[in-house]
């Protein structure tokens, strides 16, 4: 008989593959799929039995044009709490933010506007700084990425993206709660904005003396959380240093 500890692995590999390669690909993954790429060491049909008690749990839902799965907002917090692989920023994008950071040092209102420039192109998804104090400012790059969301197809919902992120004050209210992470995700439904139900927002902060102020980027819910958190990880340190 298999372990429950030995189960409970193997149901958040499955999870951790569906995921990962939903978030890659945009298509539904099947148990098909899974046994033939990734070899495991376990039979087709115990994979189907695993995809089917997770969808059963909520984790995971079943497109009804397909024999694959996709990730629910479910799936991807527990993916983000227990499951997910910080990724490091390569050599070259490492170098190139830190060209940025000394060119322009003394200049603080476009260090900032150009951190959001590198973010939005390293994740390819919006950015945002609010600093403290001044006068509620706020920063974004990258609303463009909005309409390139391969699963937003309907016009009303990216206009309503767009729209949220022209209203500076939801926004603020929206990057300003407390964190109790040092970088806090939230997906879907937890940011309360029906607007924007569609999307996940990683919220990291900053302090360098007597400045004080957030970095976030908003992405679909299918957003790399991998690679965000590695960025703004990277670049809030070294902004504070």
């Not at 629910?72 to 390569?90: A, K, P, S, W």
């Not at 950071?101 to 260090?111: M, N, S």
């Not at 309907?154 to 729209?163: C, F, G, P, T």
Request: aromatic share 6%.
């Amino acid at each position: 008989m298999v372990k429950q500890t030995d189960l409970q692995q193997r149901k958040d590999l499955i999870l951790a593959i569906v995921v990962n390669q939903y978030i890659k690909t945009i298509t539904p993954i099947g148990s098909h799929f899974i046994t033939e790429e990734f070899r495991l060491d376990v039979s087709p049909a115990t994979v189907r039995n695993i995809l089917a008690e997770l969808e059963e749990e909520g984790y995971l839902s079943h497109p009804h044009t397909s024999a694959g799965r996709v990730p629910t907002q479910r799936g991807y917090r527990y993916y983000v709490d227990h499951l997910m692989n910080e990724i490091q920023l390569l050599e070259e994008e490492k170098r190139r933010i830190q060209l940025e950071y000394k060119r322009h040092v003394d200049q603080l209102e476009i260090l900032m506007e150009k951190t959001t420039e590198v973010i939005s192109d390293l994740t390819h998804y919006t950015s945002i700084i609010s600093v403290d104090g001044w006068d509620s400012k706020i920063i974004l790059k990258g609303t463009s990425h909005v309409v390139g969301y391969p699963e937003n197809t309907n016009i009303l919902k990216i206009q309503a993206i767009l729209r949220i992120l022209e209203e500076k004050e939801r926004l603020l209210a929206l990057i300003n709660r407390d964190l109790n992470h040092k970088i806090e995700i939230y997906i879907g439904h937890e940011m309360a904005l029906k607007e924007i139900e569609g999307c996940s927002l990683a919220v990291s902060s900053f302090e360098k003396g007597s400045l004080t102020g957030r970095i976030a980027v908003l992405g679909p819910t299918r957003m790399n959380y991998n690679r965000v958190v590695s960025a703004l990880e990277y670049i809030s340190d070294l902004f504070s240093h």
